[in-house]
Structures are given as structure tokens and as C-alpha cells.
């Protein structure tokens, strides 16, 4: 028997949502500490895990994106990583949380 939490969670978790956090797991692998200190990558994977387990209305989901905004900008303004891979970056950790997530984060970059 699934309790009413994991049936709510299983309701919300798309194949899509579950893809984007694969491609963010796969990004932390490639880039390591030559790209990203610890600490860095921490928040990326905080902020992923924070989205792919947020429900619909859970703005908890906010500060997980708006962290990411900020890591990327950092890692842009001080040239460890391109504008294109930051950017993709944080549209892959946006596509890990609800669709209302992921469209606040693509109507900033517009």
C-alpha cells in the first residue's frame, strides 16, 4: 500500500522533471571541482533537490531558483564559466520543479 505522500509526490513527478535532474547529476560529474568548488556544488544539487521534490505550490521552490540565479551570475561575472553553459545550467535546474517553476525561470531570461 502507498501513502497518500508518495501517491501526491508520484502525481507531480514528471519523466521530465526526473530527465532535468539527471542532466544537472550529469553536470556536477563532469565539471567537479575544476569547474565548481564544493560549495557550489552543494547549492546545485540543494536547489535541484529542492525543486524535483517541491509540489505545485510550494515556493520553497523560489529561493532554490533564486539561488541558482545568483551561483550563475557569479560564475559568469568572474569568467570560470560561459554565459551558454551557466544558462543552460539553470535551465536545467528550473525543469526539475513544478512547470510554474520552470516557466518563471524562462520568463526572466526572455
Request: charged share 25%; glycine share 6%.
Amino acid at each position: 500500500m502507498v501513502d497518500g505522500s508518495v501517491r501526491a509526490y508520484l502525481r507531480y513527478m514528471t519523466s521530465e522533471r526526473s530527465r532535468a535532474y539527471a542532466r544537472v547529476i550529469r553536470t556536477l560529474d563532469e565539471m567537479g571541482p575544476a569547474k565548481l568548488h564544493e560549495l557550489e556544488q552543494r547549492r546545485v544539487r540543494n536547489a535541484a533537490d529542492t525543486l524535483v521534490f517541491a509540489r505545485p505550490n510550494e515556493y520553497a521552490a523560489l529561493d532554490a531558483l533564486n539561488d541558482i540565479e545568483q551561483l550563475t551570475q557569479h560564475l559568469v561575472g568572474c569568467g570560470r564559466w560561459t554565459a551558454d553553459r551557466a544558462g543552460r545550467l539553470a535551465d536545467d535546474v528550473a525543469a526539475c520543479g513544478p512547470t510554474w517553476v520552470n516557466d518563471l525561470a524562462l520568463g526572466r531570461a526572455a
